[in-house]
């Protein structure tokens, strides 16, 4: 039954390096907060490592907006022994209701300041203070990471290409 030969993606991983050690690259996922159904912020981390250590190249982290989750998690990635670049996820921030309602699921933190400048937005139905202010935020995070040594950043477009078009254009002054 090919739906249960990968329960995890350390399966897949290992499966991949097993029988095409050459021919892939492979990148896995992380949370900075932690996954949603991890027992434990050690737990999740012992995860990551044997993924990394089965062959994965790097790792994604789902997106967040609060730097020092991000730099906890390569922090103790690192003394865990994951020796891998660790690039941080990003969200544009262009509709509140979508945002609140993929950060639920997937258990991604929005700060109660960020939370409640866009709601005051959305209630007011200002998209274009919310989207700007929601520009101004993900600028700002990305600047921090990358000044912080961040190995890159991983967009989460969600096919809309003008956001992350634009943050790309104003953090690396690309014409």
């Known amino acids: 039954n090919a739906s249960s030969d990968f329960n995890y993606a350390s399966d897949l991983v290992k499966y991949i390096k097993t029988h095409y050690p050459d021919d892939f690259s492979i990148t896995v996922a992380a949370y900075p907060e932690y996954h949603p159904v991890a027992t434990s912020p050690s737990d999740d981390l012992k995860h990551l490592a044997h993924k990394v250590g089965l062959g994965a190249d790097r790792v994604f982290t789902q997106y967040f907006f609060n730097e ?50 866009l709601m005051e937005y959305d209630q007011k139905d200002d998209m274009t203070s919310l989207q700007a202010f929601g520009h101004d935020v993900v600028l700002d995070l990305c600047h921090s990471l990358i000044e912080g040594g961040a190995p890159g950043l991983h967009f989460y477009t969600l096919n809309k290409l003008e956001p992350s078009d634009r943050l790309v254009h104003e953090l690396f002054d690309v014409t």
């Open 68 to 117: 020092s989750a991000y730099f906890n998690l390569v922090d103790h990635a690192h003394m865990a022994g994951v020796d891998v670049p660790i690039i941080p996820g990003i969200m544009p921030i262009t509709n509140y209701k979508q945002l609140a309602r993929f950060s639920d699921m997937c258990k991604a933190e929005i700060p109660r300041w960020i939370r409640e400048k």
